[in-house]
Nanobody
Framework: QVQLVESGGGLVQAGGSLRLSCAASGRTFSNYAVGWFRQAPGKEREFVAAISRNGGDTNYADSVKGRFTIRRDNAKNTVYLQMNSLIPEDTAVYSC????????????????????WGQGTQVTVSS
């Protein structure tokens, strides 16, 4: 079992920044990849970013490339999502998820590959 708790969401003006955190407990943290997904009102949940078990491989949605950065601190059992140059279209509930299968360098983007999910944190970007 893996428990995931997100934090760091809030209200920010367009052009601003936020850093989300995903704190994990349960299984050995370095044994699974972690991804971030988001769901805006009236829309389906979509992939944002993912990072492999060893942190050596990252994967981003085209819509956030160059603006968002994912990293992990295995000593703190935490994954971070640094979000810069935020735009109103980034408004959504952001959730992190853990993928317990796959290799050391695997950073999946498909939701069905993830086994455990957090409750999410709201990010609102005002124009």
């Amino acid at each position: 079992q893996v428990q995931l708790v997100e934090s760091g969401g809030g209200l920010v003006q367009a052009g601003g920044s936020l850093r989300l955190s995903c704190a994990a407990s349960g299984r050995t943290f370095s044994n699974y990849a972690v991804g971030w997904f988001r769901q805006a009102p009236g829309k389906e949940r979509e992939f944002v970013a993912a990072i492999s078990r060893n942190g050596g491989d990252t994967n981003y949605a085209d819509s956030v490339k160059g603006r968002f950065t994912i990293r992990r601190d295995n000593a703190k059992n935490t994954v971070y999502l640094q979000m810069n140059s935020l735009i109103p279209e980034d408004t959504a509930v952001y959730s992190c998820a853990a993928c317990v299968v796959g290799g050391t360098w695997y950073s999946p983007s498909r939701q069905h590959e993830y086994d455990y999910w957090g409750q999410g944190t709201q990010v609102t970007v005002s124009s």
